[in-house]
């Protein structure tokens, strides 16, 4: 990708000399919030202003809003010819790829994300979402029932309306497009809030629709708080749908929202607690702990379906967690997110810092042990960053072993047998996803229909396609992302009844 040979200082400078848009996007322009109101966009790594950003409430909602409105009602996008909406989408995707390094570089710059991940992850991904989705388009059909000879059925499948979307900031372009691609596909409108702490790549995203040829009012973004923009989007009576990635906190509020206002459909993938489980006949063990580092690590431990829950059979425990402590520095070391050769960036921002060390803190005075990290980076005091840890001696009752992180904290719980490890993993409020590591495909056929989970692998973590719906079982949400099961979800059924007698 272009981009990728640039080295750390071509980075700072680029960074340095980038031009950032800050207003919020509404029917085709940029346009500053009514209240005139503002939000510093600060670098995680060292917490120095990169924007003020344009700061949307209730009132921009509603305006965001009453533009997607107009665009349904007039359907300048969803009568469009379906190759018509195909070849916006081409030009829409090709558009995300040559600015890709831009795109990285927002997002690094907004919520710590190291470059090289942005570039070689993010990006690409948005880029293969856009166009698997813009592929379906042409794709949808309905149906025509074996009906009475003096009467016909149709069965077609139709947009919903307007869309409302609220991303995530821990993949704030991905999670974007994982919303925004099925809904326009289907023909729907669009008003997205992205998270406060990141809406940089999320704005420049709405102009290249706009750029490739997507009419005004149909992708609005609206950056503002979730307690104020968010709540008038699930509350507002013209949305037909919120799509919903973040707490499952949120996510229960959300499905209140829609309660007290119009019913509309909530899709939630909210938050996960994802065991990897190791039995004792796994064939590669350092293959084994390299993916269990990945799947924890990875993006500083900021992802929905971490696989933090790190289930060991007994007889592997000791050397499993040394392999883990001796392999880790190799593959994680805290740096610039600038500097391509960073592996781990800061968190967020300090209060997610704060977050997760109080939360180490809590497993310690616990019972656990701390076995590795647990601390910032004293050699970068000015970020966010925590060193990547591990808690042994974890029990699945004590709440390190129960609850939601969202940073690079790893616990390591022992279990006997199979029926063992089935009880540990599913006890938790959450099933978004799970990892089996076997040489026994029997057993691996046993352990997939047993887990509470809705994405497994075995014997790797975090692998898959565009066709693999992603999403979880329980208090992990009710929908998919990814897949057609995705696109019709932002559709819904019509059935007509012609009679021809």
């Not at 037909?240 to 929202?257: D, E, P, R």
């Not at 509309?264 to 390299?290: H, N």
């Not at 005091?381 to 001696?393: N, R």
Request: glycine share 10%.
């Amino acid at each position: 990708m272009i981009g990728s040979a640039l080295d750390h200082s071509d980075w700072v400078e680029k960074a340095r000399t980038l031009t950032i848009d800050t207003g919020l996007f509404i029917d085709g322009a940029f346009v500053s919030a009514q209240s005139g109101q503002v939000m510093s966009c600060l670098y995680p790594a060292n917490g120095a202003c990169v924007a003020q950003v344009s700061f949307g409430g209730a009132a921009d909602i509603d305006r965001a809003v009453e533009s997607a409105k107009a665009a349904w009602t007039d359907g300048r996008w969803r009568h469009l010819p379906p190759r018509r909406r195909m070849d916006i989408f081409r030009r829409f995707a090709d558009l995300v790829e040559a600015h890709g390094p831009e795109l990285a570089l927002l997002d690094t710059l907004a919520m710590g994300k190291p470059i090289t991940d942005a570039l070689t992850i993010d990006v690409p991904e948005a880029v293969v979402t856009i166009r698997y989705f813009g592929e379906c388009i042409d794709k949808v059909s309905g149906a025509v029932t074996n009906s009475p000879f003096d009467a016909t059925q149709m069965i077609s499948r139709e947009p919903l309306g307007v869309v409302g979307a609220i991303s995530a900031w821990n993949y704030p372009l991905l999670m974007a497009v994982w919303k925004i691609a099925p809904a326009l596909a289907a023909g729907n409108c669009v008003v997205l809030k992205p998270s406060e702490r990141a809406p940089l790549s999320c704005l420049f995203l709405a102009k290249l629709f706009v750029e490739a040829g997507g009419p005004a009012g149909v992708f609005n973004v609206v950056n503002g708080a979730g307690a104020d923009a968010g709540k008038a989007l699930a509350l507002h009576p013209d949305i037909a749908k919120i799509s919903f990635t973040g707490s499952t906190a949120v996510g229960k509020q959300l499905m209140i929202y829609s309660g007290q206002s119009n019913l509309k459909r909530v899709s939630l993938e909210t938050g996960g607690k994802s065991p990897q489980i190791f039995m004792d006949d796994l064939e590669d063990l350092d293959t084994a702990v390299d993916y269990a580092i990945r799947g924890i690590f990875d993006n500083a431990g900021q992802v929905c379906n971490a696989g933090s829950r790190l289930l060991v059979h007994e007889r592997l425990h000791d050397e499993f967690i040394a392999r883990f402590i001796q392999r880790t520095p190799d593959l994680y070391q805290p740096g610039d997110p600038l500097d391509p050769q960073t592996s781990l960036g800061p968190l967020a921002c300090r209060a997610q810092q704060q977050t997760v060390l109080d939360w180490i803190g809590t497993g310690v005075g616990g019972g656990a042990s701390l076995a590795m990290g647990g601390a910032p980076d004293e050699n970068r005091p000015d970020g966010a960053y925590v060193s990547p840890t591990l808690l042994t001696a974890v029990t699945p009752q004590m709440s390190v072993g129960r609850e939601e992180i969202f940073g690079p904290v790893a616990v390591v719980i022992p279990f006997k047998d199979e029926a063992d490890a089935i009880r540990i993993a599913n006890d938790s409020p959450y099933g978004l996803a799970a990892s089996i590591w076997t040489a026994d495909l029997k057993r691996a056929h046993r352990m997939i229909k047993d887990l509470e989970a809705g994405v497994i692998w075995v014997n790797c973590f975090g692998d898959g396609d565009m066709t693999q719906p992603f999403g979880g079982y329980k208090q992990s949400g009710n929908t998919r992302d990814k897949s057609m099961e995705c696109l019709a979800g932002y559709m819904q059924s019509k059935a007509a009844w012609l009679n021809l007698a």
